[in-house]
């Protein structure tokens, strides 16, 4: 009898069914959690720093202020007429927070595998939590691009209504990267090496330090396949409140809604064997 009573109030734990990618219910059940993930992670970044937040400002600012004087000043690259430090400042801000995010994400199980092992919770917070933990340099930093708006006087208009779409597809790049690197590093550490190397290139796969219009016509398709690509186009078209180059941003669009449904799902394979192998 004692037995049966002890199976009757035994919880068991098994690895998720079906084709759900993410179990939102789940998620929400453990929102403290990722709350707090998060934040520790915000207090540990800035803890003991004389700039604290100032550095999410910081960070892009300079890299705005070399991009303007190598490729704007000494460089001089073409920017379709547009101001260089205005041209760098709108897609460097996304850039940065996209970079950090990815690196962050990527390394978010093993930097967590004490937790792991000791009690159950949805594996998919750890690499969510440092993509939400940049968001928040990200929106301190657009401070940075209201400013160089008004130095410019460039008006908000109606195509500002479409940020969000492009907010969203911002964030959910470095998510689906994080998914798939985080579960990948599991087994292979070499990704924490490579993803070094990999932010430094992928910086100069988008029209970030140089326009989309510069790429020859006959590699457009492909070039637009880069979901930077859209992400940095469609911020510059809601922002200065130019036609937004649908050709530019649908393909990287769809790349991106693919990458973060096959991410979710390889993640999911292999959140079984989180434990053991790390």
């Keep these: 009898m004692d037995l049966q009573q002890a199976k009757a109030n035994t919880t068991v734990i098994e690895p998720p069914k079906g084709w759900q990618l993410v179990n939102f219910n789940e998620l929400w059940e453990y929102r403290d959690l990722l709350y707090f993930l998060v934040w520790r992670d915000i207090r540990v970044q800035y803890a003991q720093t004389v700039l604290g937040f100032g550095w999410a400002i910081l960070e892009p600012l300079i890299q705005i202020v070399l991009f303007t004087i190598i490729f704007g000043s000494v460089a001089k690259i073409e920017t379709d007429g547009i101001p260089y430090f205005l041209f760098s400042t709108i897609a460097i801000v996304p850039w940065t927070y996209m970079s950090a995010a990815m690196t962050n994400s990527s390394q978010s199980l093993v930097s967590g595998q004490n937790m792991l092992g000791k009690v159950y919770f949805p594996r ?37 209504l479409l940020l969000p779409l492009f907010i969203v597809l911002m964030v959910a790049v470095p998510t689906a990267v994080g998914f798939w690197l985080a579960a990948l590093s599991v087994q292979y550490r070499d990704v924490k090496f490579a993803m070094q190397f990999i932010i430094r290139m992928m910086i100069y796969t988008a029209p970030i330090v140089y326009s989309a219009s510069a790429i020859p016509a006959g590699w457009r398709f492909i070039y637009s396949l880069n979901p930077i690509v859209s992400v940095v186009e469609g911020f510059r078209a809601c922002l200065l409140g130019t036609p937004v180059p649908w050709l530019f941003v649908m393909p990287g669009m769809v790349v991106g809604i693919v990458l973060f449904a096959t991410g979710a799902l390889y993640f999911r394979r292999m959140e079984r064997l989180v434990v053991d192998v790390i």
């Design 124 to 160: 998919l917070i750890f690499p969510i939590a440092p993509v939400l933990t940049k968001f928040v340099d990200f929106l301190i930093a657009l401070a940075i691009v209201a400013v160089v708006m008004v130095i410019y006087g460039v008006k908000p208009t109606e195509q500002l």
